[in-house]
């Protein structure tokens, strides 16, 4: 799989009308292989979180962002099936409290950054804070203007505390929104997924859709790239999700701490 293709190169234009969201070119295999291809890199997935937290060195920060129906939580329950709920959290960022309110926007979030060996998912995040709060006029345009330099000087400060920052947009297309929104009402086991409010921004689709393009464009650095991810298909969003995280693991280079010395000569009595 040649992921590349979805990481958003810095200072790059981005037309998200050029980014198919049905896309599934990368992978080579029938759409019916895909269950046994997830598999493969869960189970691969698992080995390395385990060597991270083993490790206890680095750190993994992993930020999804998408329109409602978009799948975050379905990327949590399956590109994070069977991975140590030890050392994975997520960390999903609702409309402020007053009290964080009363904080500058990145007060909560930073709470929230992981620990040496932590793998921490951001559902939502401090990209709300250039999204909602720019198409919803929150805050004047000259306070959130500025937001894209604050979030990649403290990204970057992140970074080189060592955590690996990924971040994902899942993207979809509004037809796609509307069947998923459609089943939501169809099934009563999804009504509870259901928002009325979730129309009212379907409304705004334009202006989310250009908030997304300019924050992928001020905000895809080298040390906290965007990844693009085509998402109608969810299998295939699953495939580019977990197929990243990997490769982004492995080149750590982890190793298990190295082991008390004379192990080999103990005997348990
Ligand atoms: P989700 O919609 O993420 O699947 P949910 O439906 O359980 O989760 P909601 O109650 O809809 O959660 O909370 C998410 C809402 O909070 C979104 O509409 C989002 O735009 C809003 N939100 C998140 N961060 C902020 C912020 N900084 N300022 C204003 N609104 C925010
Ligand atoms: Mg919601």
């Known amino acids: 799989?040649?992921?590349?293709?979805?990481?958003?190169?810095?200072?790059?234009?981005?037309?998200?009308?050029?980014?198919?969201?049905?896309?599934?070119?990368?992978?080579?295999?029938?759409?019916?292989?895909?269950?046994?291809?997830l598999e493969k890199l869960t189970d691969r997935l698992e080995e390395l979180q385990e060597l991270l937290y083993a490790e206890s060195k680095h750190k993994l920060l992993i930020v999804l962002q998408a329109m409602d129906t978009g799948g975050k939580d379905g990327v949590i329950r399956h590109v994070f099936d069977g991975v140590n709920p030890q050392g994975v959290k997520v960390a999903a960022f609702k409309a402020p409290t007053p009290i964080e309110l009363s904080h500058d926007y990145l007060w909560r979030i930073h709470q929230h950054t992981p620990a040496r060996g932590e793998i921490v998912i951001f559902n939502r995040s401090h990209y709300e804070d250039v999204l909602v709060v720019r198409v919803h006029n929150l805050?004047?345009?000259?306070?959130?203007?500025?937001?894209?330099?604050?979030?990649?000087?403290?990204?970057?400060?992140?970074?080189?505390?060592?955590?690996?920052?990924?971040?994902?947009?899942?993207?979809?297309?509004?037809?796609?929104?509307?069947?998923?929104?459609?089943?939501?009402?169809?099934?009563?086991?999804?009504?509870?997924?259901f928002s009325s409010g979730d129309l009212a921004e379907r409304k705004r689709w334009?202006?989310?859709?250009?908030?997304?393009?300019?924050?992928?464009?001020?905000?895809?650095?080298?040390?906290?790239?965007?990844?693009?991810?085509?998402?109608?298909?969810?299998?295939?969003?699953?495939?580019?999700?977990?197929?990243?995280?990997?490769?982004?693991?492995?080149?750590?280079?982890?190793?298990?701490?190295?082991?008390?010395?004379?192990?080999?000569?103990?005997v348990i009595e």
């Open 139 to 193: 805050v004047p345009e000259d306070v959130w203007r500025k937001r894209y330099d604050q979030i990649n000087a403290f990204e970057e400060m992140l970074a080189e505390e060592g955590v690996t920052i990924l971040k994902f947009y899942l993207h979809i297309s509004k037809d796609e929104q509307k069947e998923r929104l459609q089943e939501r009402l169809d099934d009563p086991a999804k009504h509870w997924k």
């Open 1 to 37: 799989m040649n992921i590349d293709r979805y990481r958003v190169k810095p200072n790059s234009k981005v037309k998200l009308a050029d980014w198919d969201p049905g896309d599934d070119s990368q992978f080579d295999g029938d759409k019916k292989d895909a269950p046994k291809a």
């Open 206 to 266: 334009p202006d989310y859709m250009a908030a997304y393009e300019e924050m992928l464009e001020r905000t895809s650095t080298k040390h906290a790239p965007w990844f693009v991810v085509p998402a109608n298909r969810k299998w295939y969003r699953n495939l580019v999700i977990s197929h990243t995280v990997i490769g982004a693991l492995e080149e750590l280079k982890m190793q298990f701490p190295a082991a008390e010395p004379g192990l080999d000569k103990i």
